[in-house]
């Protein structure tokens, strides 16, 4: 337990550091932004004229302009938001907003989220069916296992803009252009994963099912299946955060509709950093929450079939 | 119609031979498992083409895998210089710098018992986020250029680098360590001579999963602004003008990228790794 306390303090620590080196950076870069402000509200700004304070340094100008530092943590559109802008900005899009709203981060995670489980969805359930081929059978083991593994290597996320436009014009918007990013995206980790999974039983367990008498359907079910169970949810956690990434990557070619990924690029596209970021927090707590959630169900799962370490 | 034909009769053809090569006599051969996901994929590229022209499906919908190559080839001026805005400049860089930063990192992580108990959590929390999302911030910061595609790049090997080296870095054994201690060993040799080695093998590990990272972050990237350059900008705007036959492209272009990152740094792998029993066949 003592052990356990000893880490909780060091992340404690790390963190705080993290935030505290946060807000010292949102000081040198905002003091320009800020410093412009003042000058238009009659503020004495030294140096005074802008053309000498583009030349300067930001920690020259933070040295000379001390009283400007606290306006640094509370500008309109920072280039670095400080921590409790961002909260500020989560907690009235997120509490204060209906959820149906189109300025509530609840409504633009959800159309992430939907896009992400469905496309999840399809994905794995694919993904395991070819893994259970490839185990099964020699001619798609090596005809098609290689390039399973070549696609890890590839980035084709690159594909995710022409899908969106290939099947807009076929007709097909919404949610299903992003669901196939995000199905494509986990489904190699998930064959890969999977098939290791499926032959991780020894040549001895093999065996032994064979002396039983098994047949083949047997040994899969009885065998092989449980056997993969930990491969499996190490694949699924890496597929979901693919599968999230590909949804967010899926809504930037639309122009900005709705979702997180629209959030951020219209974000960039107006200046609005608080948005920015808290859209990116919105999709980092959705990520983790969505590994966790794996993660719980594989304790759960594992703890069941009595192979939890 | 008659092509439809061809591309099932081709399927079958395809598949009828991969099924002689993987029951016959030579199946665990390597040259069976070089010419079967061959033929695999000739069989997929023919059937596109075969299928594309017997259904004639309009080019903005899919391209043949012919009309592909020829603009590939037509435009190769273009796609030279959009790899070496992305992948040379954007990817390599950041690669590099995002590698060397987590290494030297995870040194200084694996020496400190507060900082591993402190910073692994947060760096295992931080590998399975969606980094991409910081496009757009470093884009505003570092502008259009590929710097800014070098700093997404820098962030998004960071954590997974990170992760990697400091597993690697307590892969000795406490047999071993004491082994060294009882030399008199210094913490700089028994780092060098012991703990180094034994971690390249998750070092590896790790620089192998940064190549795919990069590539992406780097094309990502450039969906949120670059100058007229990039393979991520010139998959963007021609999306937008429908000429699909050079998205291909630039698809080959970064899959042939890819594949040859991975290859280079798994031959070095190799080459560094010989003893380890993963690479003694």
């Given at each position: 337990?003592?052990?356990?306390?000893?880490a909780?303090?060091?992340?404690?620590?790390?963190?705080?550091?993290?935030?505290?080196?946060?807000?010292?950076?949102?000081?040198?870069?905002?003091?320009?932004?800020?410093?412009t402000?003042?000058?238009?509200?009659?503020?004495?700004?030294?140096?005074?004229?802008?053309?000498?304070?583009?030349?300067?340094?930001?920690?020259?100008?933070?040295?000379?302009?001390?009283?400007?530092?606290?306006?640094?943590?509370?500008?309109?559109?920072?280039?670095?938001?400080?921590?409790?802008?961002?909260?500020?900005?989560?907690?009235?899009?997120?509490?204060q907003?209906?959820?149906?709203?189109?300025r509530?981060?609840?409504?633009?995670?959800?159309?992430?989220?939907?896009?992400?489980?469905?496309?999840?969805?399809?994905?794995?359930?694919?993904?395991?069916?070819l893994?259970v081929?490839?185990?099964?059978?020699?001619?798609?083991?090596?005809?098609?296992?290689p390039?399973?593994i070549?696609?890890?290597?590839?980035?084709?996320?690159?594909?995710?803009?022409?899908?969106?436009?290939?099947l807009?014009?076929?007709?097909?918007?919404?949610?299903?252009?992003?669901?196939?990013?995000s199905?494509?995206l986990?489904?190699?980790?998930?064959?890969?994963?999977?098939?290791?999974?499926l032959?991780s039983p020894?040549?001895?367990?093999l065996?032994?099912?064979?002396?039983?008498g098994?047949s083949?359907s047997q040994?899969?079910?009885?065998?092989?299946l449980?056997a993969?169970?930990?491969?499996?949810f190490?694949?699924?956690?890496?597929?979901?955060?693919?599968?999230?990434?590909?949804?967010?990557?899926?809504?930037?070619?639309?122009?900005?509709?709705?979702?997180?990924?629209?959030?951020l690029?219209?974000?960039?596209y107006?200046?609005?950093?608080?948005?920015?970021?808290s859209?990116?927090?919105?999709?980092?707590?959705?990520a983790?929450?969505?590994?966790?959630?794996?993660?719980?169900?594989?304790?759960?799962?594992?703890?069941?079939?009595?192979?939890?370490? | 119609?008659?092509?439809v034909?061809?591309?099932?009769?081709?399927?079958?053809?395809?598949?009828?031979?991969n099924?002689r090569?993987?029951?016959?006599?030579?199946a665990d051969?390597?040259?069976v498992?070089?010419?079967?996901?061959?033929?695999?994929?000739?069989?997929?590229?023919?059937?596109?083409?075969?299928?594309?022209r017997?259904l004639?499906?309009?080019?903005?919908?899919?391209?043949?895998?012919?009309?592909i190559?020829?603009?590939?080839v037509?435009?190769?001026?273009?796609l030279?210089?959009d790899?070496?805005?992305?992948?040379?400049?954007?990817?390599?860089s950041?690669y590099?710098?995002g590698?060397g930063?987590a290494?030297?990192?995870?040194i200084?992580?694996?020496?400190?018992?507060?900082?591993?108990l402190g910073l692994?959590?947060?760096?295992?929390?931080?590998a399975?986020?969606?980094i991409?999302?910081?496009?757009?911030?470093?884009?505003m910061w570092?502008?259009?250029?590929?710097h800014?595609?070098?700093?997404?790049?820098?962030?998004?090997?960071?954590?997974?680098?990170?992760?990697?080296?400091?597993?690697?870095?307590?892969e000795a054994?406490?047999?071993?360590r004491d082994l060294?201690?009882?030399?008199a060993?210094?913490?700089?040799?028994?780092?060098?001579?012991?703990?180094?080695?034994?971690?390249?093998?998750?070092?590896?590990?790790?620089?192998?999963i940064?190549?795919?990272?990069?590539?992406?972050?780097?094309?990502?990237?450039?969906?949120?602004?670059s100058?007229?350059?990039?393979m991520?900008?010139?998959?963007?705007?021609?999306?937008?003008?429908?000429?699909?036959?050079?998205?291909w492209?630039?698809?080959?272009?970064?899959?042939?990228?890819?594949?040859a990152f991975?290859?280079?740094?798994?031959?070095?792998?190799?080459?560094?790794?010989?003893?380890?029993?993963?690479?003694?066949?």
């Amino acid at each position: 337990m003592t052990s356990g306390l000893k880490a909780f303090w060091a992340v404690l620590t790390v963190l705080t550091v993290i935030v505290a080196f946060w807000y010292a950076a949102c000081v040198p870069m905002n003091i320009k932004g800020v410093l412009t402000e003042q000058e238009r509200a009659g503020a004495k700004v030294q140096p005074p004229s802008a053309k000498d304070r583009r030349d300067m340094s930001e920690f020259g100008l933070v040295l000379n302009n001390s009283f400007a530092i606290p306006a640094t943590w509370e500008q309109d559109r920072p280039r670095l938001p400080a921590p409790h802008q961002v909260a500020i900005e989560m907690w009235e899009t997120t509490v204060q907003k209906k959820i149906t709203s189109k300025r509530s981060l609840i409504y633009h995670g959800w159309v992430t989220l939907s896009a992400t489980m469905l496309g999840f969805a399809i994905g794995t359930g694919l993904g395991i069916l070819l893994a259970v081929g490839i185990v099964h059978s020699r001619v798609m083991d090596l005809s098609v296992m290689p390039w399973a593994i070549v696609s890890q290597t590839i980035p084709i996320i690159a594909l995710a803009p022409m899908i969106i436009v290939v099947l807009y014009s076929v007709g097909i918007q919404g949610i299903i252009p992003k669901a196939v990013i995000s199905a494509y995206l986990s489904f190699f980790p998930v064959v890969v994963g999977m098939v290791k999974g499926l032959r991780s039983p020894d040549a001895m367990q093999l065996d032994l099912l064979r002396t039983y008498g098994a047949s083949r359907s047997q040994g899969f079910w009885k065998l092989r299946l449980p056997a993969s169970m930990p491969y499996l949810f190490t694949s699924l956690k890496i597929g979901i955060a693919a599968s999230l990434v590909g949804a967010i990557v899926g809504e930037l070619p639309t122009g900005a509709v709705a979702g997180l990924g629209a959030r951020l690029l219209a974000g960039s596209y107006y200046g609005q950093t608080v948005q920015i970021w808290s859209a990116l927090f919105a999709a980092a707590i959705l990520a983790a929450g969505l590994v966790a959630l794996l993660g719980l169900i594989e304790r759960t799962v594992l703890k069941r079939m009595g192979m939890a370490q | 119609m008659i092509l439809v034909i061809g591309a099932i009769l081709l399927w079958l053809l395809g598949w009828w031979v991969n099924g002689r090569l993987a029951s016959g006599p030579y199946a665990d051969t390597r040259i069976v498992g070089v010419v079967a996901p061959l033929i695999f994929g000739l069989t997929i590229i023919g059937m596109w083409e075969l299928l594309v022209r017997g259904l004639e499906v309009p080019l903005v919908i899919l391209p043949a895998p012919s009309v592909i190559a020829v603009r590939f080839v037509d435009s190769l001026p273009i796609l030279w210089a959009d790899f070496v805005q992305t992948i040379v400049k954007g990817a390599l860089s950041g690669y590099i710098i995002g590698c060397g930063a987590a290494f030297l990192m995870a040194i200084a992580v694996d020496r400190w018992d507060f900082l591993r108990l402190g910073l692994l959590p947060v760096g295992n929390f931080v590998a399975a986020l969606p980094i991409v999302g910081t496009a757009p911030i470093l884009v505003m910061w570092f502008g259009f250029d590929w710097h800014s595609k070098a700093a997404v790049v820098v962030v998004m090997v960071f954590f997974p680098m990170l992760v990697n080296t400091v597993a690697g870095l307590r892969e000795a054994t406490a047999m071993q360590r004491d082994l060294m201690e009882t030399y008199a060993a210094t913490y700089l040799q028994s780092f060098l001579k012991l703990r180094l080695p034994a971690a390249m093998p998750f070092v590896f590990n790790g620089l192998k999963i940064s190549t795919t990272l990069a590539l992406i972050g780097a094309i990502v990237a450039e969906f949120f602004g670059s100058p007229t350059l990039g393979m991520g900008f010139r998959i963007s705007t021609s999306v937008g003008q429908l000429s699909l036959d050079m998205v291909w492209a630039e698809i080959v272009v970064a899959a042939l990228a890819g594949t040859a990152f991975y290859g280079a740094v798994a031959m070095i792998e190799k080459a560094m790794t010989f003893w380890h029993p993963s690479q003694r066949g």
